[in-house]
């Protein structure tokens, strides 16, 4: 990441101000982990560094790049190195060696990068960009371990990474935003340079193809490669796990600093995709035989407001479908027309494993009609049957009282393609025995609804059994047929 080139001091001075606040709040890129607490009950804050495991990485990333490819461009290393720095080359390797198996034979907890090491080693991966969807180079590349100062600046070398990532994309016809470098790239003219700045200047890449397309990279020690390939059957994403005998592991909240809910605990998408594994990990070793499908609960509306944060959401939901992960989109429509609100995002984010979610806690008026709980439920369905979708689809609502959907006996639970579920959000009992309160009070309001699959939610990944005294893997012990478990 290059700074403009007149002010740069102040600029300089204000990045490192900032990311030493951002320091408290924000855990790595990948390489951040949860330690469970000693009670078991909870996980604690403490934000660890990694580097993802072998399992954790996706298989497309250890695949050799194919050879009918629509696109290339080459990013000369060594050219990179002489006229502006090695620490730049360097932190362009690790910006892209970082998310494969590679990372672990040359990052070490408590020493960091190997460089000698990192520029010997060769690489390849992918990045997904879906059709109708936009990439963002900040999204997938800022807020990690290992970087180091380079060009006065950590990070530094982002520009020269962007500027490869663009000229691949306008070779493939992609439109692109961005601002030029201010100083030349090794190998680019300067109006085909990208200037990188978290915060302020990105790369952004859209696919208007309809078309799912791959961005394809290799790393080597003399240069970076970047490739445009449509995705096709060669080349196949991960399959959507079904949800037969199977439980999702599933996190919630708004991933940036000072956010709330579990992923409060992240800023990026791949953080959240890392709480995201690691809390499935946990489920999954006391959730008996079930297959655990690792899901995120991102809140993409609330109080009837649209998140800005589209190029986050875009990544999230196409990193996801790389790792064969789902997200629930966690909706909160206010005073906002609900089913006009749900148009909206399903014309937005509407992706073959995007499942969605109505907050009911955080609607204007109260109780919700059931019947505009099915006609959106329908509505979302009817979509994913026009697009061909065969992964299962979920629509959900939270709720935990009795009097919040108005005949709730006439729910429809089941469309072709998907189920209803209702979500008890964590809202327990109180006083001596607060806990079995709880269970008591989930029973209660789920059984409203009838026969089907059902969630519940516990606040342990944030606040332990601070509400409500019982330990989340008791509360969840004491329903074993539910589908959905919330890490909240």
């Known amino acids: 990441m290059l700074k403009p080139q007149t002010t740069w001091h102040r600029e300089a001075a204000l990045w490192l101000l900032c990311l030493a606040a951002a320091a408290a709040l924000v855990v790595p890129l990948i390489v951040q982990g949860l330690s469970a607490a000693a009670t078991g009950s909870a996980l604690a804050e403490e934000r660890l560094l990694r580097v993802p495991s072998e399992r954790e990485i996706p298989a497309d990333s250890q695949k050799s790049v194919p050879v009918d490819i629509s696109s290339r461009a080459t990013l000369d290393l060594r050219a990179l190195a002489q006229t502006n720095s090695i620490d730049e080359a360097d932190n362009v390797r690790w910006s892209l060696i970082r998310r494969s198996p590679a990372a672990r034979l040359v990052y070490r907890e408590g020493d960091g990068v190997d460089w000698v090491a990192l520029r010997g080693v060769s690489q390849s991966g992918t990045i997904l960009l879906p059709a109708g969807f936009t990439w963002s180079f900040n999204e997938t590349f800022k807020e990690g371990v290992g970087y180091k100062e380079a060009g006065g600046i950590i990070a530094g070398g982002h520009c020269a990474l962007a500027t490869v990532f663009r000229a691949a994309a306008t070779q493939a016809g992609l439109p692109t935003e961005s601002r030029p470098h201010a100083t030349p790239i090794p190998g680019f003219p300067l109006e085909e340079t990208v200037n990188i700045y978290w915060g302020r200047d990105d790369l952004l890449v859209h696919n208007p193809t309809g078309r799912d397309l791959y961005f394809i990279w290799e790393v080597t020690p003399e240069q970076v490669e970047v490739s445009v390939r449509e995705a096709k059957p060669e080349m196949p994403l991960p399959p959507l796990p079904q949800l037969e005998n199977s439980t999702v592991a599933m996190v919630y909240g708004r991933g940036e600093p000072g956010g709330w809910g579990s992923l409060g605990l992240t800023s990026t998408a791949d953080q959240a995709l890392d709480l995201a594994r690691t809390y499935a990990t946990r489920v999954d070793k006391w959730n008996g035989e079930k297959q655990i499908i690792t899901a995120l609960n991102p809140n993409a509306a609330m109080a009837g407001q649209i998140s800005k944060r589209d190029a986050y959401l875009y990544y999230l939901i196409a990193e996801a479908r790389r790792q064969g992960y789902y997200v629930m989109l966690d909706v909160q429509t206010g005073a906002r027309d609900p089913e006009e609100l749900f148009g909206k995002l399903m014309d937005k984010f509407l992706y073959e494993n995007v499942w969605l979610d ?103 990944t944030r606040w332990g059994d601070r509400f409500d005294q019982i330990a989340a893997q008791e509360y969840f012990s004491a329903f074993p047929d539910a589908l959905i478990i919330v890490s909240q």
């Open 358 to 460: 109505w907050d009911l806690e955080h609607t204007a008026s109260e109780p919700i009609p059931v019947k505009q709980i099915n006609r959106i439920a329908e509505a979302y369905f009817a979509r994913r049957l026009e697009r061909g979708y065969s992964a299962p689809g979920i629509f959900a609502f939270y709720v935990f009282k009795a009097d919040q959907v108005s005949n709730p006996q006439n729910l429809r639970r089941t469309y072709p393609g998907g189920l209803v579920v209702p979500i008890f959000d964590g809202f327990g009992g109180h006083g001596v025995d607060s806990g079995q309160g709880k269970i008591a009070k989930t029973q209660r309001v789920l059984s409203l609804f009838g026969e089907g699959p059902y969630g519940i939610m516990e606040f342990e």
